[in-house]
């Protein structure tokens, strides 16, 4: 069982930055693939990034890559989302994520999830 906490959302003004982190509990965190999502009221929970156990590999979604980093730090538990170059169309609850599943971007593969954090750009 993993438990996710997020944290670090806000609202902030476009070309802004922002860091999310996803603090997780149990022994276990560095056995699980971490991802971030995000989800608009209406809308499907689309995918972000994700990162693999020992941060060897990333990926991510067209539409952040280059302004959106992941990484993740397994002495601490903890998974983190810097995003730069913010844009309005980046508003949204995110939300982080795990799965035992190797390098999966489909959301109905992750068993774990936080409660999410609000992210809103102004523009």
């Known amino acids: 069982q993993v438990q996710l906490v997020e944290s670090g959302g806000g609202l902030v003004q476009a070309g802004g930055s922002l860091r999310l982190s996803c603090a997780a509990s149990?022994?276990?965190?560095?056995?699980?693939?971490m991802a971030w999502f995000r989800q608009v009221p209406g809308k499907e929970r689309e995918f972000v990034a994700l990162i693999s156990e020992s941060s060897d590999s990333t990926y991510y979604a067209d539409s952040v890559k280059g302004r959106f980093t992941i990484s993740r730090d397994n002495a601490k538990n903890t998974v983190y989302l810097q995003m730069i170059s913010l844009k309005p169309e980046d508003t949204a609850i995110y939300y982080c994520?795990?799965?035992?599943?190797?390098?999966?971007?489909?959301?109905?593969?992750?068993?774990?999830w936080g409660q999410g954090t609000q992210v809103t750009v102004s523009s």
């Open positions: 149990g022994r276990t965190f560095s056995s699980y693939t």
């Open positions: 994520a795990a799965t035992i599943r190797f390098f999966e971007i489909r959301k109905t593969e992750y068993a774990y």
